[in-house]
T-cell receptor, first 113, second 113 residues
């Protein structure tokens, strides 16, 4: 059973608008959450992360929100740019010693000019 | 330039013919891992290594072997490849395990006929 779910396989957004990518998890032991971005023919690259002691982390146009009670996190991209078109993976981990990060299946974001 | 390199990038082989995919990182990271990416399944960890001579199974280790004789190298070995191992493979390294940001290689697309 999936411990990390990205329920939207794809998302299409107009340039300049907000992109919101969602991720749900089931294991309350996860206390660290990361987003990776992947372009075709390249490996994933780290984008932004958040620990469970926070509910928001911002880095330029990218903000991650964490709702621990709902076991839900989201990535907001504002404003969206065509270069943001990529597959975004949500990943969760436990800082308590688990060495196996769990990845979601990814959401393909397309930003239209 | 800090990077993770993988070779080969593309490989077509036949069932049962042993192969090795090499992975090397130049960031002096202790933690390295191998993932496979399959359509609709996201990234699944095959094996990971905490340091030289320390390796352990991830979520999908069957049919794979790894070794970590040097800190920088972490080869993935398929002793007897089968068609269900046709996939896109990524090597990754990080300074910290689990919750640490991972740096991924460019990927190796393997086809087993």
């Amino acid at each position: 059973d999936q411990q990390v779910k990205q329920n939207s396989p794809s998302l299409s957004v107009q340039e300049g608008r907000i992109s919101i990518l969602n991720c749900d998890y089931t294991n309350s032991m996860f206390d660290y959450f990361l987003w990776y971005k992947k372009y075709p023919a390249e490996g994933p690259t780290f984008l932004i992360s958040i620990s469970s002691i926070k509910d928001k982390n911002e880095d330029g146009r990218f903000t991650v929100f964490l709702n621990k009670s709902a076991k839900h996190l989201s990535l907001h991209i504002v404003p969206s740019q065509p270069g943001d078109s990529a597959v975004y993976f949500c990943a969760t981990a436990s800082s308590g010693g688990s060495y196996i990060p769990t990845f979601g299946r990814g959401t393909s974001l397309i930003v239209h000019p | 330039e800090a990077q993770v390199t993988q070779n080969p990038r593309y490989l077509i082989t036949v069932t049962g013919k042993k192969l090795t995919v090499t992975c090397s990182q130049n960031m002096n990271h202790e933690y390295m891992s191998w993932y496979r990416q399959d359509p609709g399944l996201g990234l699944r960890q095959i094996y990971y290594s905490m340091n030289v001579e320390v390796t352990d199974k991830g979520d999908v280790p069957e049919g794979y072997k790894v070794s970590r004789k040097e800190k920088r190298n972490f080869p993935l070995i398929l002793e007897s490849p089968s068609p269900n191992q046709t996939s896109l493979y990524f090597c990754a390294s990080s300074l910290l395990p689990g919750a640490g940001e991972q740096f991924f290689g460019p990927g190796t697309r393997l086809t087993v006929l």
